[in-house]
């Protein structure tokens, strides 16, 4: 199995829950996070401001808040290919988490 690793080189916020990411090959994304963003950990990105917050992870090149909340670059990287099946597991967590 060959598993690819893809880091961030650079982002941009163009919209509320958006990201335009360059990968390490020059690859440009547009990635609207909105879907996944429920649960304890996610859900507050749905702030604005709050989701402005967001870092690049110099050590590990991905994109970080302050409460801890990451994407994994490989998964932004093929955002489109699992997307739904995301949505799916985080709407579960908004139930549990009440």
């Not at 690793?5 to 609207?32: A, D, L, W």
């Not at 401001?49 to 050590?59: N, T």
């Amino acid at each position: 199995m060959n598993h690819e690793i893809h880091y961030i080189k650079r982002f941009t916020i163009v919209g509320p829950q958006s990201i335009e990411v360059v990968f390490e090959n020059n690859i440009r994304k547009t990635i609207n996070l909105a879907p996944v963003l429920f649960g304890e950990m996610y859900s507050p990105l749905n702030d604005a401001e709050f989701f402005k917050q967001v870092k690049l992870d110099e050590e590990v090149q991905t994109l970080v808040w302050p409460n801890g909340a990451d994407f994994d670059p490989s998964l932004l990287y093929y955002w489109e290919q699992h997307v739904d099946e995301l949505e799916c597991r985080a709407k579960k967590w908004q139930v549990l988490s009440g």
